[in-house]
């Protein structure tokens, strides 16, 4: 049982460079969740998405963009990363609205 | 708006003492509260749900129960184990049931 597994666990960028994170959950689930968690600051959410093909913004949105255009992978994307986007991402996904929560386990994000 | 607030650690205990963690939130509507727990490196897992008031979650020793009138759903545990070191999240779903706010954490250290 996979559950949700989100790639890469970990990596250093450096100011103005651009990468993508990958989540794929294998239950079916129809919400998907991006969350950023920071010292202090809990879990803050940035995109989700209730389906394929929608995506809506969260808390924090600014500076990330994602897509959902299968139902089991949400992407991530930064296209200038800065250091203020230096934190652990989590992807999250659950199987209807209001139904727990299934986490990754994080990547961790450091922007030089 | 939508909040959740907790007490703030980090907690120390000795094995077989009795936890509390307080759980307060800010929400429209009748929302579901949840307890999260995250062991080191790991991505959270649910620990326990109430849906309604008055409801009592439990699991693994944990319990909690969902008091509309207080706006509170504090977290305990009559004998903590040195295996329940982790961090806690108590967080809430919005009526429309597909964003959840967390709280900030918890972190529970167990003494042998």
């Known amino acids: 049982n996979a559950g949700v597994t989100q790639t890469p666990k970990f990596r250093v960028l450096k100011t103005g460079q651009s990468m993508t994170l990958l989540c794929a959950q294998d239950m079916n689930h129809e919400y998907m969740y991006w969350y950023r968690q920071d010292p202090g600051m809990g879990l803050r959410l940035i995109h989700y998405?209730?389906?394929?093909?929608?995506?809506a913004k969260g808390e924090v949105p600014d500076g990330y963009n994602v897509s959902r255009l299968k139902k089991q992978n949400f992407l991530l994307g930064l296209e200038s990363a800065a250091p203020s986007q230096t934190s652990v991402y989590f992807c999250?996904?659950?199987?209807?609205?209001?139904?727990?929560?299934?986490f990754g386990n994080g990547t961790r994000l450091t922007v030089t | 708006g939508n909040s959740v607030t907790q007490m703030e650690g980090p907690v120390t205990l000795s094995e077989e003492a009795f936890l509390t963690i307080n759980c307060t939130y800010t929400a429209t509507g009748y929302p579901s509260l949840f307890w999260y727990v995250q062991y080191p490196g790991e991505g959270l897992q649910l620990l326990l749900k109430?849906?309604?008031?008055?409801d009592k979650g439990s699991n693994k020793g944990f319990e909690a129960t969902y008091r509309k009138e207080t706006t509170s759903f504090h977290l305990e545990k009559g004998s903590v184990q040195v295996s329940d070191s982790a961090v806690y999240f108590c967080?809430?779903?919005?009526?429309?049931?597909?964003?959840?706010?967390f709280g900030t954490g918890t972190s529970l250290t167990v003494i042998p």
């Open positions: 967080a809430h779903s919005t009526p429309t049931g597909n964003q959840f706010y």
């Open positions: 109430a849906t309604k008031a008055d």
């Open positions: 998405s209730v389906g394929e093909g929608t995506t």
């Open positions: 999250a996904s659950s199987y209807i609205q209001d139904s727990p929560l299934h």
